[in-house]
T-cell receptor, first 115, second 108 residues
Framework: GAGVSQSPSNKVTEKGKDVELRCDPI?????LYWYRQRLGQGLEFLIY????????KSGLPSDRFSAERTGESVSTLTIQRTQQEDSAVYLC?????????????FGPGTRLTVL | RKEVEQDPGPFNVPEGATVAFNCTYS??????FFWYRQDCRKEPKLLMS???SGNEDGRFTAQLNRASQYISLLIRDSKLSDSATYLC?????????FGSGTKLNVKP
């Protein structure tokens, strides 16, 4: 079946511009996560959505970052007034969280370059 | 202190070798543990969950030591295709914490 998809796959933007990244999770997956991975680094948690509960935004690095999710489907991550340090791969993952399964399925990521 | 710490490597081993990675975690209340594999410029994929009693999947063996707060991954009979970065992952109250990864290079 279809996996997690993300768009765009690559985004080059100028410092100060806003960008919007999209994630389509696997159908039926109630949990959705956004991560940031800088070159040569591990994954940095950004935000977590679970069903209709309030999202866990504790990983968002600044108020320039925000994310939304429509029900249990598409999520968008918005970065306002981008800075060069925002350059990274942004990964989305979804999980069904059923039967004690915590496996996360990752999308291919959006590679963001801020010039 | 980081939630999850790993030796970044790289571990350079010949085909057929046995190699082991360790990972330590800081929160004793952590609930679940995993090893993910990440190929260069690709997304991470689940390799295996780690159970308290230890578990094996083919050439891969994972172990958990809650008292010492470390997790290990043993790879036997290494293949060229095992070359990747191995990420240690810990679940705390719905949040996953990823180590920075240990890079493995298996040479012919």
């Amino acid at each position: 079946g279809a996996g997690v998809s993300q768009s765009p796959s690559n985004k080059v933007t100028e410092k100060g511009k806003d960008v919007e990244l999209r994630c389509d999770p696997i159908s039926g997956h109630t949990a959705l996560y956004w991560y940031r991975q800088r070159l040569g680094q591990g994954l940095e948690f950004l935000i977590y959505f679970q069903g209709n509960s309030a999202p866990d935004k504790s990983g968002l690095p600044s108020d320039r970052f925000s994310a939304e999710r429509t029900g249990e489907s598409v999520s968008t991550l918005t970065i306002q007034r981008t800075q060069q340090e925002d350059s990274a791969v942004y990964l989305c993952a979804s999980s069904s969280r059923t039967s004690g399964s915590y496996e996360q399925f990752f999308g291919p990521g959006t590679r963001l370059t801020v010039l | 202190r980081k939630e999850v710490e790993q030796d970044p490597g790289p571990f350079n081993v010949p085909e057929g070798a046995t190699v082991a990675f360790n990972c330590t975690y800081s929160n004793s209340a952590s609930q679940s543990f995993f090893w993910y594999r990440q190929d260069c410029r690709k997304e991470p994929k689940l390799l295996m969950s780690v159970y308290s009693s230890g578990n094996e999947d083919g050439r891969f063996t994972a172990q958990l030591n809650r008292a010492s707060q470390y997790i290990s991954l043993l790879i036997r009979d290494s293949k060229l295709s095992d070359s990747a970065t191995y990420l240690c992952v810990v679940l705390n109250f719905n949040k996953f914490y990823f180590g920075s990864g240990t890079k493995l290079n298996v040479k012919p």
